[in-house]
DNA sequence: GAAATCTACGAAAACCCTTTCGAAAAGGTA
DNA sequence: TACCTTTTCGAAAGGGTTTTCGTAGATTTC
């Protein structure tokens, strides 16, 4: 345990007595402002180093009005979705000296607000929410001191600015790359029908059909995100439509299921049967046989980009309102083009 | 975008002035200290509710000489053990109100000492350090001037408190449950040789074996942590020892692949071929066929122990040095045992 | 009615830093 | 020598809060 209790950290004014200047001398030593000579800023910087003086952000915050943080609010830490944002974000705040305070609020409404009020107290320069769904969650409000900037689900508010993965373009990504690899037959798979993220991106795919003058074979199947579904799902599918050639699945999980069934049924990925999944988790899709297509949404870019914006808005920039979807990716892997 | 620009935060003399009332009144009125009469107290509390004033935590702070905060340094945000630490002790701080800077070093260790000096500078009254890995990382040093307590990878330094998960009893615990199974032939297919985590297990379960009086079957097989690896390892495995009953795995993804494998050839788990994981990855633990066994680490509550300590520190309490040892627990599942 | 005791409030210090402005010292010019 | 410029430094304010201590007024006691 590293534990010098007692060792108070030094002070500005405990560098400026031992190196015999005034403490508004010490700073503008350490500060490269005003005149001071070459020999007094040298010593003061010697000094400060020895007693390995750093210099108290609060105090310092105090004075200027900005504490270069940011809070960053999260309604469900464990959602895999929230780490690519939260890494996205923590990485463009990290390179402008930004910290960020992280708040978790397990999705419960009355602890958002109460960390809300934390951050306020703690006087962040700007917030980003980062929801678990692509619905829409209810607008903090506009009451906020602060510039605030929701990440991955909505506010419900169009008056809030909000950044979020286009999942109508990755149905129509999807469908588009399957009917490039020749199919035409194809069925969609895909979670809880309630998720605007199904909606959004069965509305896409079927879009995409229909230019080429196409349907979905047979209704699209809801349940839940899960490979149990997807196998379970699958085997359902093959077994009344066997003249598929591809499935969209809503879900990096269902469409492992739906690998799992059709080996079981005999269908050959993707010779026989192409199979596209969603979210490009990689632990799923890279360790599938055979290697799993998907749609990546780009969530580190997507935290980047709301730390961008939050960093615009601090700096006075106005960066606009309304719901934002970012592009999205197509991820080729071997479960919809042979190797070779 | 919420942007009310220019609305300054209210502030206690903005209160104190509404309420006709001086500062330190207003002060001790918000806080319950001192002699306030009744009257005076509700008004100013109407007051502070009406101009939505909160106390600003940097000045509070500068006072009290505690800023109530404290710094979570990561090497490696995209791993998923840092996920439930990461949860855990940003739960047990959020029920103490403190708030947590994040501060992800991306395993780089000059990155590493910029963060560290960041949070330094902001005063936070103590430090996680959470590793990737359960091999000894460098110390911080024994110069920091607050707390700091290493999560997951131990420190290297014995002087420092460390708190990791017992990856030795966990060893033993997965053979242990094999044992009580019936299963005495068993091999173990782990991932890289050179993780601290593959050796300890390994150890762990040779000691639970040799008490039994028995011995693995074959060398233990390492490469790494993957699904492919755990197939192709299972597929050598079977061939050359066609009688093993059981397989402990070094990790769940390797124990999904080892499933898979089992499977195309024909054994049937739990009844010919027990299998057991390591992790417990919810994702891929309820979701092969059948669920898998697996050891879970109980991440969470090393993060909660992680903040515990900290919290008794930054109290004066001697929260104690070395590596702690915490331990993990065996989930069953349907890959060990058979459904009634 | 004077002295002692309470009660309610305010002034001011302290926390640590930055910045502005004025002053002193050093050097140069007439 | 008197005056001016340049350079270097320090005093002090300001930021928002908590806390200590002093004081004025109200109330009680003999």
Redesign the interface.
């Known amino acids: 345990?590293?534990?010098?209790?007692g060792?108070?950290?030094a002070t500005l004014g405990d560098v400026a007595a031992r190196a015999g200047v005034s403490i508004s001398t010490a700073s503008k030593a350490l500060n490269d402002r005003g005149d001071v000579s070459a020999s007094t800023r040298a010593k003061v910087r010697a000094i400060a180093e020895e007693l390995?003086f750093?210099?108290?952000?609060?105090?310092r915050?105090?004075l200027a009005g900005r504490?270069g943080?940011v809070g960053?609010l999260t309604s469900d830490?464990?959602g895999r979705f929230m780490?690519?944002i939260?890494?996205g974000a923590?990485?463009a705040f990290?390179a402008g000296?930004i910290?960020?305070?992280?708040?978790?609020a397990r999705g419960d409404a009355i602890?958002e607000q109460h960390?809300l009020?934390?951050?306020?107290?703690?006087?962040v320069d700007g917030i980003i929410v980062v929801g678990r769904q692509t619905d829409a969650r209810p607008?903090?409000?506009?009451?906020?001191?602060?510039?605030?900037?929701y990440a991955y689900a909505p506010s419900d508010d169009p008056?809030?600015?909000s950044l979020t993965p286009d999942n109508y373009a990755g149905g129509r990504l999807a469908i588009e790359h399957l009917l490039s690899c020749g199919r035409r037959r194809i069925a969609h798979i895909s979670g809880d029908p309630t998720y605007a993220a199904a909606q959004d991106r069965l509305a896409g795919a079927r879009a995409a059909l229909a230019e080429a003058g196409l349907e979905l074979v047979g209704e699209p199947m809801f349940s839940e995100w899960?490979?149990?579904w997807g196998?379970d799902a699958a085997a359902m599918l093959l077994q009344q439509h066997p003249d598929i050639d591809a499935v969209f699945c809503g879900s990096d999980?269902i469409a492992?299921?739906v690998l799992?069934s059709a080996r079981d049924l005999g269908r050959t990925v993707p010779d026989d049967l192409a199979v596209i999944g969603y979210d490009n988790w990689e632990?799923?899709a890279t360790?599938?046989?055979p290697e799993l297509t998907s749609i990546d949404a780009n969530l580190q870019q997507l935290g980047r980009q709301a730390a961008l914006r939050v960093f615009d808005?601090i700096d006075?920039i106005?960066?606009?309102?309304g719901s934002h979807h970012l592009p999205v990716r197509l991820v080729i892997r071997g479960s919809t083009i042979a190797r070779r």
């Open positions: 345990m590293t534990d010098t209790t060792a108070r950290a390995s750093t210099p108290n952000a609060m105090a915050g105090l504490t943080t960053l830490l464990e780490i690519p939260l890494m923590e990485d990290g000296r910290n960020v305070f992280l708040c978790d602890r960390h009020k934390e951050l306020l107290s703690r006087r607008s903090l409000g506009q009451e906020i001191p602060v510039p605030v900037v008056r809030d600015l899960t490979e149990h196998r999980q492992r299921g799992d632990v799923l360790n599938s046989r808005a006075g106005d960066v606009g309102e």
